[in-house]
T-cell receptor, first 114, second 112 residues
Framework: DAGVTQSPTHLIKTRGQQVTLRCSPK?????VSWYQQALGQGPQFIFQ???????QRGNFPDRFSGHQYPNYSSELNVNALLLGDSALYLC?????????????FGDGTRLSIL | DAKTTQPPSMDCAEGRAANLPCNHS???????VYWYRQIHSQGPQYIIH???NNETNEMASLIITEDRKSSTLILPHATLRDTAVYYC?????????????FGTGTRLTIIP
């Protein structure tokens, strides 16, 4: 049973460019959450998708957007990249509205902005 | 902001029990305590969670004080593979769609 998979594993971009990161949730999960982890810090919640809609959002600008597809996979898009966007981007999947549900994380995409 | 306080780092000898403390003095009655760990270059891994009772699974034990203002994660026989950053998280519900608010965690180093 495959867990959460993310692609690509590493990515290098320059300032001002746009990037798309992809996530496939664990089998049977319907909810995808995205987190940003800067070096030496804990992950910070970006937003969450359920039923193809953004349901919750953390304190991130509109440059960060996402999408969820009918098969529950998800994308994170970041426009007008800044140096400060360099981080590990983590995807977590879970089952919404079901008790005792931990979020399961992928190993992330490491994004470097030059 | 994270609702928990953890020591930034701890060491533990291999084979001994590792006891990781967490302070969550402002926890409310319906909030859960979750523990995750993150091994270098990997995503966070779920360990255990609880509401008010002590919990045990194949990875660890969670001891929550009676007033719920603090808890301790116990790894009974630490191995080198337990070296990681451990995050204690207070979560409003145990539903899958409830977000996680991470702090900076405790860096646990297992010493051979």
């Amino acid at each position: 049973d495959a867990g959460v998979t993310q692609s690509p594993t590493h990515l290098i971009k320059t300032r001002g460019q746009q990037v798309t990161l992809r996530c496939s949730p664990k089998s049977g999960h319907d909810t995808v959450s995205w987190y940003q982890q800067a070096l030496g810090q804990g992950p910070q919640f970006i937003f969450q998708y359920y039923e193809e809609e953004e349901r919750q959002r953390g304190n991130f600008p509109d440059r960060f957007s996402g999408h969820q597809y009918p098969n529950y996979s998800s994308e994170l898009n970041v426009n007008a990249l800044l140096l400060g966007d360099s981080a590990l981007y983590l995807c977590a999947s879970s089952l919404a509205w079901v008790g005792n549900q931990p979020q399961h994380f992928g190993d992330g995409t490491r994004l470097s902005i030059l | 902001d994270a609702k928990t306080t953890q020591p930034p780092s701890m060491d533990c000898a291999e084979g001994r029990a590792a006891n990781l403390p967490c302070n969550h003095s402002t926890i409310s009655g319906n909030e859960y305590v979750y523990w995750y760990r993150q091994i270098h270059s990997q995503g966070p891994q779920y360990i255990i969670h609880g509401l008010k009772n002590n919990e045990t699974n194949e990875m660890a034990s969670l001891i929550i004080t009676e007033d719920r203002k603090s808890s301790t994660l116990i790894l009974p026989h630490a191995t080198l593979r337990d070296t990681a950053v451990y995050y204690c998280i207070v979560r409003e519900s145990n539903f899958g769609n409830e977000k996680l608010t991470f702090g900076t965690g405790t860096r646990l180093t297992i010493i051979p």
